[in-house]
């Protein structure tokens, strides 16, 4: 074998290497992105404060709901939120779309920040809307 061909059967060998080490480090940025969201959301919804109520109405993502006499007293009220982009709608451990949420459903909602002391009160960030239900 000539010297030329042994460079050129080296720098192809070098090229593949290369190629497969660049999908490999896509590929594993990827799915440890993925992992990454999801500790992140875990962390969130962990250290979440939770209000267990019925609905009162529901419209186009907009909650209005009453506190279950399961919370301590200061989960008894009635309360409004929005369920935004960010937030997750589940029952049980599937996620489900909010037109699945109707008027009587018991649910736990998930937040974290303010709480505007109005009548109802005003949740500003909710993470999380599960239906407790068990039939849906």
Do not use: C
């Not at 042994?6 to 992105?33: E, M, N, Q």
């Amino acid at each position: 074998m000539k010297v030329a061909d042994k460079k050129g059967a080296k720098r192809a060998v070098l090229i593949v290497i290369v190629v497969l080490l660049v999908i490999g480090a896509f590929v594993g940025g990827f799915f440890a992105g993925k992992s990454g969201q999801r500790v992140e959301t875990q962390f969130v919804e962990r250290y979440a404060e939770v209000v267990y109520a019925e609905i009162l109405s529901v419209d186009d993502g907009y909650f209005h709901v009453r506190g279950l006499d399961v919370n301590d007293i200061n989960g008894r009220g009635e309360y409004t939120f929005s369920a935004k982009e960010n937030t997750r709608l589940v029952w049980h451990v599937t996620d489900i779309p909010l037109s699945d949420f109707d008027v009587g459903d018991r649910i736990a909602f998930y937040y974290n920040g303010l709480v505007l002391d109005s009548n109802p009160a005003q949740v500003q960030n909710v993470v999380k809307i599960k239906l407790l239900d068990d039939v849906k």
